[in-house]
């Protein structure tokens, strides 16, 4: 079994700057996508960014130029920069990663984190 263990999160006021780390805990399975999705309180989970094993990203217009995703896939690990925080970026954020393995075919399977708490006071 992969676990996808955070950190990172915090309370921080806007404006200010925040950097969320996820690492998966085991490198057996092949890593294809990570990402990074959010959820407010009464809102349905989002998408903030994710990044594909070639370093492709995709963002919520929401966060463009405020956030940046990366990773190291030496080390299994996907970042979440977050830049010019503003309260409404208040959420759980969680970490996902689709995992792929073979046995005679491609298979996967995806995790998610446990979530970690961003709070941004005005």
């Known amino acids: 079994q992969v676990q996808l263990v955070e950190s990172g999160g915090g309370l921080v006021q806007a404006g200010g700057s925040l950097r969320l780390s996820c690492a998966a805990s085991?490198?057996?399975?092949?890593?294809?996508?990570m990402g990074w999705y959010r959820q407010a309180p009464g809102k349905q989970r989002e998408l903030v960014a994710r990044?594909?094993?070639?370093?492709?990203?995709d963002y919520a217009d929401s966060v463009k130029g405020r956030f940046t995703i990366s990773r190291d896939n030496a080390k299994n690990t996907v970042y979440l920069q977050m830049n010019s925080l503003k309260p409404e970026d208040t959420a759980v954020y969680y970490c996902?990663?689709?995992?792929?393995?073979?046995?005679?075919?491609?298979?996967?399977?995806?995790?998610w984190g446990q979530g970690t708490q961003v709070t941004v006071s005005s």
């Open positions: 990044i594909t094993s070639g370093g492709s990203t």
């Open positions: 085991r490198s057996i399975f092949s890593i294809n996508h």
């Open positions: 996902n990663a689709e995992f792929t393995y073979y046995t005679g075919s491609y298979s996967s399977f995806v995790e």
